[in-house]
């Protein structure tokens, strides 16, 4: 953890780091040079950073630090996956996961943008944990520099030898609810002289906030995913509320005219299979009758149970149906395989364990007439 009473120098900008510096007294041509070591070198001692004049390395030693989340739980699936638990200044936690291509090099990091989330979807574990808070620029940007860390991935390589060749941020929360420090923390992972992750290679996946979808294309130019899981309101409205304040004709609206797409860069449509309820080969037509003219693919996610989940897995055959219907009218549609399960890291299972714990503490303690002090209500954003 982190010393809270110097100021965190990562998730803070070029212009940002001109403004740090010339308030101690440095000239703007530092700038870069601090960049290099925090973005491409991953440099965390400032004493280390040999370009810079000793004096400033000994003012920025003696009251900014660049940071990374604490790991407070490392886990790794019999598949290759990597979960993390990591911990912020405040003492919340959130996870990050860091999936291996099976058939290529590199692998995908899923990140999070939020502590817990306010979504409620009721197919996802997450969404059993109320929203904590947002996540600040930095700590978005420090799971993906925690991972490197951990996987040795330091300086930047390039795309051929990376280890994380692609972020996507579908981890907890909803990413365009915590839309601006997003932005600050993909513009740095984007930066070529720094992190330099292809834009190309991040993909941002949301339930359908639909007044932020054409911000997310036009300021960042990534790539969108949505999370849509039905092919009619009245099911969407039960499984995701969202769906009650951004109706699927308004969600589609707002994919057809997503900046920048075309037939070479297309929209990823995740649909969540859940038995009985959305996987018959009529929801397949009506899958491909909602997503008429949109450069589209699928991503078909077999349900990954959880404790306590009230959906079942459809059969293998079902989900076969209705991966194979599609690939026959000619669109991608892969069945997503589940990765990371014997650790809780697939897609919608992602929750604070520390959450978890202090919950069945909190329940044992007062089953055995131990009182809670009291404490003051965490804050969200």
């Known amino acids: ?70 790991i407070a739980r490392d886990q790794q699936s019999v598949d290759g996956t990597r979960k993390w638990l990591l911990g912020f200044d405040d003492g919340n936690e959130a996870e990050t996961v860091y999936i291996p291509d099976m058939d290529e090099e590199g692998g995908a990091l899923c990140v999070s943008t939020q ?23 930095h700590e978005i940007l420090g799971q993906f520099m925690a991972a490197r860390d951990a996987l040795g991935e330091w300086p930047t390589p390039t795309d051929a030898t990376r280890k994380i060749s692609n972020v996507v941020v579908m981890g907890m929360g909803e990413p365009l609810f915590n839309y601006d420090a997003l932005k600050k923390a993909l513009l740095i992972l984007m930066d070529n002289e720094g992190l330099a992750m292809s834009r190309r290679r991040i993909t941002v996946s949301t339930s359908g906030v639909v007044p932020m979808i054409p911000k997310l294309g036009e300021e960042t130019g990534v790539n969108l995913a949505i999370s849509l899981h039905a092919v009619t309101d009245d099911l969407r409205d039960r499984i995701m509320p969202i769906n009650k304040k951004y109706p699927l004709a ?29 996987d018959s080969l009529a929801d397949a037509k009506e899958l491909l009758r909602l997503v008429k003219d949109i450069p589209a693919k699928f991503n078909l996610i077999p349900f990954n149970p959880w404790p306590g989940a009230p959906f079942e897995t459809p059969s293998l055959d079902s989900v076969k149906r209705f991966s194979d219907y599609l690939f ?18 697939a897609c919608g299972q992602l929750r604070s364990e520390s959450v978890r714990e202090r919950q069945s503490l909190a329940k044992a303690r007062r089953e055995a007439g131990i009182l809670e002090e009291p404490h003051a209500p965490a804050s969200s954003d």
């Not at 502590?115 to 620029?137: S, Y």
């Not at 000619?330 to 399960?341: D, K, M, N, V």
């Open 1 to 70: 953890m982190s010393d809270r009473t110097a100021k965190d120098v990562i998730g803070l900008d070029r212009d940002d780091l001109a403004a740090l510096l010339a308030k101690i007294g440095e000239k703007p041509f530092r700038v870069k040079q601090l960049w290099h070591w925090l973005y491409h070198q991953g440099a965390t001692d400032f004493s280390l950073m040999t370009s810079l004049g000793k004096n400033l390395r000994q003012s920025l030693q003696g009251g900014f630090i660049a940071g990374r989340p604490e």
């Open 115 to 137: 502590v817990g989330c306010t979504l409620t979807c009721r197919f996802c574990h997450t969404g059993t944990q109320l929203l904590v808070r947002n996540l600040e620029p």
């Open 250 to 278: 308004q969600l589609m609206n707002a994919c057809r005219n997503y900046p920048g797409l075309s037939n070479a860069r297309r929209i990823t449509f995740e649909y969540l299979m859940l038995k009985g309820l959305n």
């Open 328 to 345: 026959e009218q000619g669109y991608s549609a892969p069945i997503r395989r589940p990765r990371g399960q014997d650790i809780l890291a």
